[in-house]
């Protein structure tokens, strides 16, 4: 629903200025039920804003997608903002000029309609929730849907694409989507997996700069691994995340002429710290270790999800301490730290307790 906000109404001020974000400009999202606006889902208003629901595949009507995100600007400039959209951190005011090119395209996309994996993480939604997941349907099949959106000029460079849902390996299309991508110089793919099963197209998008691959590990030894992901697969892991950084070309590709990427950083893992189970430092300081042995340069940490909404009106001053002991240790492995998103508003909408954090530029 649209509701007035007028923390989000800038008609008063006469600058022609309104609210957005790039996902409303130009987001698709397919989930598995669902195609959604975008995948955020770390603020208040819950984020995933819907474009149809009860979705399995079925023709995409563009005009009608395209008229969607139209009316969104509309009542935007107006100060009605959809619920999901609420306390978002990616709805930031620029001129009409900046938010409407006037173009009908997509160029963020964010793929995450199964839910197949070979890890069992305790936090993860389909361990927790078994009953939903036991009878599993097949995905619906997105190669076609992108191959339409190539040929239609409708999927255009310039955004971000990536991988959430269970884990690529499993999913049958991953190889060809990547390849497809590839062959038409897309970049700032992400792709994250458990690193079980080693995905060679990979290392094509990570050699060329185009691509990064986040390996889930959220431990730094094989007993804790085990713990938090029900499978004893920590060294295959650990060998898995070591091709992926031996892959990485110790250059800066030059993508377009803007853009420039670091092909150190293309391969990385992540550590979602979970209260209880594995905030521990020496724990920390060893994934950090491992990583960097294996020739990576980036550490990724972000906040167990059911933990943070039980604790977020009432968070305990030793987390925000503890990410801070986290970003000493990367200071001190150099490396570069990257917040996923939970975590980053945390920190962000509580600067005086966290008063080292220098938020990034959405
Ligand atoms: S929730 Fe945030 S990222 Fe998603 S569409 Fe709304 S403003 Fe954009
Ligand atoms: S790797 Fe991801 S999809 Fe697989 S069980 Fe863990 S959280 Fe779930």
Redesign the pocket.
Known sequence: MFRYNKKYDCQNENSGNFYSCQWIQHGLVFFRYKIATCCYCGHSGGGHTLVKDDYSGQPINWEHIFKQKKTFNRLYKKGLINDNCVDCPFLTQKSNEEWESGEDYISNLYISHW?D?????T?????QHPEEFQFKTKPYSVLPIIKEMLQKNILRRGGSIHFG???PALLPEFEDIIRLLLDYKFYDLRV???GIKYMPILERGIREGRLKVVV?VDAGSRETFKKI?QVDAYDIVRENIRKYAAAQVDRTHAITPKLYIIGTYCASSKYIVIPDVNDNLEEVENWIKADVEAGVHTTVIDLEENWFKAHEHDLPQSIFDFIYEIKKLSDKYGTYLEMYERLANMLKDNPERAPWYVPEKV
């Open positions: 839910v994996c070979n890890s069992k993480c936090y993860c939604f389909a361990t849902g269970g884990e994250h997996t458990s889930s992901k």
